[in-house]
C-alpha cells in the first residue's frame, strides 16, 4: 500500500462546477497535510495546508481533513480553466518530518 | 521573492555518464529535500538534509547515487553512471521545518532539473 494515494483522475468537470479532489493516506500518525498544484512543465506550488480535523476555507479553495478515516479532500469551487492542472496531496508525520506526496490528480476545466 | 535554484535545467547525456545536479536552498531554510518525479512514479523522495546532516536517503539507489551538502548554500545529487531509466525530472525543495509548529513544514521548490539519459 502506497502512503499517500489520490484518485486516478484525469478528472474533467465544466467551468463554474466544483471540483472534489480525493487522497487517503496510511499512516495513521500523520499531523500535516497539503495540497500542491503543479502546472504542466512547472513545480509544485502550495495551496493549501490542514493540521486539524474539519474544514478549512481560503477563496475558492476548501480542504477538508478526516484522521479518523485518514481522508482528506480538497474542493474547488467555481472551477476555472486556470485551475486545470495536477493537484498533489502530500503528508509528513510532524512539522519536522518528511514530506511525502501522492501520485497526483489531473484536473481539466472545460470552458 | 526567495526562491530556490537549481542547475541545470536540462541535461541530456549518455548512459554511463556521470550527471550532478546542484541546488541553492533559500536562505534561512534548514531543511533540503531531492524529488524525482516521472510520469509513472509521481513525486518520489531520494533524500533530505537538515542543518546539512543527511536525515534519509532511503529513497536513492545506492550503487549509483549520492546526495551532498557540502554548505548551507548549495546541495548536490550526483548519479555515477547514469542509466536511461534515471531519465526524469529532479526537484529540489527546501523548507523552514520547525518542531511542534503547525504549517512549518511548507516547502518551496526549485524550477527542477530535466535529465534524459540516452
Known amino acids: 500500500q502506497k502512503e499517500v494515494e489520490q484518485n486516478s483522475g484525469p478528472l474533467s468537470v465544466p467551468e463554474g462546477a466544483i471540483a472534489s479532489l480525493n487522497c487517503t493516506y496510511s499512516?495513521?500518525?500523520?499531523?500535516?497535510f497539503f495540497w500542491y498544484r503543479q502546472y504542466s512543465g512547472k513545480s509544485p506550488e502550495l495551496i493549501m495546508s490542514?493540521?486539524?480535523?474539519g474544514d478549512k476555507e481560503d477563496g475558492r479553495f476548501t480542504a477538508q481533513l478526516n484522521k479518523a478515516s485518514q481522508y482528506v479532500s480538497l474542493l474547488i469551487r467555481d472551477s476555472q480553466p486556470s485551475d486545470s492542472a495536477t493537484y498533489l496531496c502530500a503528508v509528513a508525520k510532524t512539522s519536522y518530518d518528511k514530506v511525502i506526496f501522492g501520485p497526483g490528480t489531473s484536473l481539466s476545466v472545460i470552458p | 521573492d526567495a526562491r530556490v535554484t537549481q542547475t541545470p535545467r536540462h541535461k541530456v547525456t549518455e548512459m554511463g555518464q556521470e550527471v550532478t545536479m546542484r541546488c541553492q536552498p533559500i536562505?534561512?531554510?534548514?531543511?533540503v529535500f531531492w524529488y524525482r518525479q516521472t510520469m509513472m512514479q509521481g513525486l518520489e523522495l531520494l533524500a533530505y538534509f537538515r542543518n546539512r546532516a543527511p536525515l534519509d536517503d532511503s529513497g536513492m539507489p545506492k550503487d549509483r547515487f549520492s546526495a551532498e551538502m557540502p554548505d548551507a548554500t548549495l546541495a548536490t545529487l550526483k548519479i555515477q553512471p547514469s542509466e536511461p531509466r534515471d531519465s526524469a525530472v529532479y526537484f529540489c525543495?527546501?523548507?523552514?521545518?520547525?518542531?511542534?509548529?503547525?504549517?512549518?513544514?511548507?516547502?518551496?521548490f526549485g524550477a527542477g532539473s530535466r535529465l534524459t539519459v540516452l
Open positions: 525543495a527546501s523548507g523552514l521545518l520547525l518542531l511542534g509548529v503547525p504549517g512549518a513544514n511548507v516547502l518551496t
Open positions: 490542514i493540521y486539524s480535523n
Open positions: 499512516d495513521r500518525v500523520s499531523q500535516s
Open positions: 536562505l534561512g531554510h534548514n531543511t
